[in-house]
């Protein structure tokens, strides 16, 4: 119904900087809170960031606090992370999520669809 997909990952250098976009289709784009999660290898998915339905709450990890920032345009259907200073730690599979229930939230189980992830390798 809902379909997310991730772009903008690549091989950067550490201290460098992406924007990771999440174009979504199939659904009332105002209406969803959003949420980026990663992944890296061997490691269980966490957090990243997120934000409500009009924009007005947004929550970060702490590990990205400062360094990352998550917006979104409902006229693009998108959803942006601007990553900056980026860390070999950031290395992760980086996916988008929407939440039906419009709220920002930390928790994976309150997301309902998931995009299937853009690749962000920082080498050191």
């Known amino acids: 119904q809902v379909q997310l997909i991730e772009s903008g990952g690549g091989l950067v250098q550490a201290g460098g900087s992406l924007r990771l976009s999440c174009a979504a289709s199939?659904?009332?784009?105002?209406?969803?809170?959003l949420g980026w999660f990663r992944q890296a290898p061997g490691k269980e998915r966490e957090f990243v960031a997120a934000i409500n339905r009009s924009g007005g709450r947004i929550y970060y990890s702490d590990s990205v606090k400062s360094r990352f920032t998550i917006s979104r345009d409902n006229a693009k259907n998108t959803v942006y992370l601007q990553v900056n200073s980026l860390k070999s730690e950031d290395t992760a599979v980086y996916y988008c999520?929407?939440?039906?229930?419009?709220?920002?939230?930390?928790?994976?189980?309150?997301?309902?669809?998931w995009g299937q992830g853009t690749q962000v390798t920082v080498s050191s």
């Open positions: 999520a929407a939440a039906g229930t419009g709220v920002a939230t930390r928790r994976p189980d309150e997301y309902d669809y």
């Open positions: 199939g659904g009332t784009f105002s209406r969803y809170g």
